[in-house]
């Protein structure tokens, strides 16, 4: 009977504890990256990364299947020396060693004009953002050092006798401008 109270208590004391757990846990959540977070030349690196890798296993399948049918032809087209890849490997050591060079080779030559075409697409897009009317500012007259006050009651007096014969002759042509004297 003592045995049996005490697993009894043991269970439901477990039990308490795991579902009070998460009440006094802390949140885990990760947060989301920020666009700032990592500078643009650990992300170039870590592109170039993923883009070598990535292209790895495709570059050596054609790589082999390339050597292979060279060795084919070298070997006057033998049917021994046929390419096949799905066969097990008749390659030497020293065949695999530089297939597998090869193909390293040719992954980061991939990796490096993805690379080269980011930066060119990058400086693209920095010259046209320089060139957007979206970086332009106006600054009222009053707060430009710059701006100088132009009286217009001189030039109106000047041109008050010309107005006047515009605004009576209805006859005038206004594809034309009239001469202003001076």
Same mark, same amino acid.
């Given at each position: 009977?003592?045995?049996?109270?005490?697993?009894?208590?043991?269970?439901?004391?477990?039990?308490?504890?795991?579902?009070?757990?998460?009440?006094?846990?802390?949140?885990?959540?990760?947060?989301?990256?920020?666009?700032?977070?990592?500078?643009?030349?650990?992300?170039?690196?870590?592109?170039?990364?993923?883009?070598?890798?990535?292209?790895?296993?495709?570059?050596?399948?054609?790589?082999?299947?390339?050597?292979?049918?060279?060795?084919?032809?070298?070997?006057?087209?033998?049917?021994?020396?046929?390419?096949?890849?799905?066969?097990?490997?008749?390659?030497?050591?020293?065949?695999?060693?530089?297939?597998? %060079?090869?193909?390293?080779?040719?992954?980061?030559?991939?990796?490096?004009? =993805?690379?080269?075409?980011? +930066? #060119?697409?990058? /400086? $693209?897009?920095?010259?046209?953002?320089? %060139?957007?009317?979206?970086?332009?500012?106006?600054?009222?007259?009053?707060? =430009?050092?710059?701006?100088? +006050? #132009?009286?217009? /009651? $001189?030039?109106?007096?000047?041109?008050?006798?010309?107005?006047?014969?515009?605004?009576?002759?209805?006859?005038?042509?206004?594809?034309?401008?009239?001469?202003?004297?001076?």
């Amino acid at each position: 009977m003592r045995k049996s109270k005490l697993i009894l208590k043991i269970v439901l004391f477990s039990l308490f504890i795991n579902i009070a757990t998460p009440l006094f846990a802390e949140d885990t959540t990760a947060e989301p990256y920020k666009k700032d977070e990592f500078p643009q030349g650990l992300k170039d690196l870590r592109r170039f990364e993923i883009v070598s890798l990535g292209s790895l296993p495709f570059v050596t399948i054609n790589t082999s299947l390339v050597y292979s049918t060279i060795r084919y032809g070298k070997h006057g087209f033998s049917q021994e020396y046929a390419p096949n890849p799905f066969a097990v490997s008749t390659y030497t050591a020293e065949e695999q060693r530089e297939i597998l %060079l090869t193909s390293l080779g040719i992954s980061i030559g991939i990796g490096l004009t =993805d690379y080269i075409i980011q +930066l #060119i697409k990058r /400086s $693209k897009k920095n010259k046209q953002k320089e %060139l957007e009317r979206e970086d332009l500012y106006v600054i009222p007259l009053s707060e =430009d050092p710059n701006a100088s +006050l #132009i009286d217009f /009651s $001189k030039a109106v007096e000047k041109n008050s006798n010309s107005e006047s014969e515009i605004e009576t002759n209805q006859d005038t042509n206004f594809d034309e401008v009239p001469e202003v004297e001076e």
